[in-house]
């Protein structure tokens, strides 16, 4: 049932990464481009030589975290569809020998253990088919004292922010999606997801018990998005 689940997942992904960078950029009013800065940030002072960019998608991520000057990116992405549509980018941008892009499940990830010295997720862990073996997937090719940071969708601490919110996300969302993408379902799947997803603290144990140490949760703009990092000791 988790391959067939997988495969859904990929195929919507598919059908919506023509629009998928517009729309993102879109529907977040641009804030999504900070929190990236965020993440990628935080992995500056381990100064990494290998970085994985985990459900890459059309590459924004990979691409950004080149400001840290890395030996080598490679991104991982279930979608075809989304990996072709950021082979164009790295092309258009004279970045193919930089970056390299591969398809391939999260939680069956195809490299050797201790591979990379950090790791990242930007708005992909709760697409994973298996959220904890996905984040022991990359605890197991990130090297002794590498480092993951990821960022995901979550919920206002504030109760009229929130209420807010979750009308933006459940009814408007939706809406714009439907009207530039021209599929409806991948963008309820949106809000359903994040509604669905263990966050804060309840994400952090998750990590933990993947193995990361110093797990570690920051609410960005006011609890939309969160930052969650940790550590592999050595």
Known sequence: MKDIASRENAQMF???????????????????????RKAIKSLAALKP????????????MAIGVLKLNPDKVVGVDASSG????????LLARGLSEKISLIEAACES?????????????????RNF???????????????????????EF???RQKWLRAGYRFYFHNMVP????WFSRDLSAYRYLPDSVEAFPKGEAFVAMMNRAGYSDAHYKPLSAGICGLYTGIKKN
């Open 14 to 36: 598919d059908e919506i990464a023509p629009s998928y960078d517009f729309l993102n950029h879109l529907l977040s009013l641009n804030i999504d481009k900070g929190w990236r």
């Open 154 to 156: 979550s919920l206002p």
């Open 49 to 60: 030589r290998t970085i994985l960019d985990v459900a890459t998608g059309t590459a924004d």
């Open 109 to 125: 990830l195809p490299f050797e253990d201790s591979t990379f010295d950090a790791a990242m997720v930007a708005f992909g862990v």
């Open 129 to 151: 088919t298996d959220p904890e073996l996905g984040l022991r997937e990359i605890f197991r090719v990130l090297t002794p004292g590498g480092k993951l940071a990821v960022l």
């Open 175 to 178: 809406a714009i999606g439907r």
């Open 82 to 89: 989304m990996l072709d549509v950021g082979r164009k980018k």
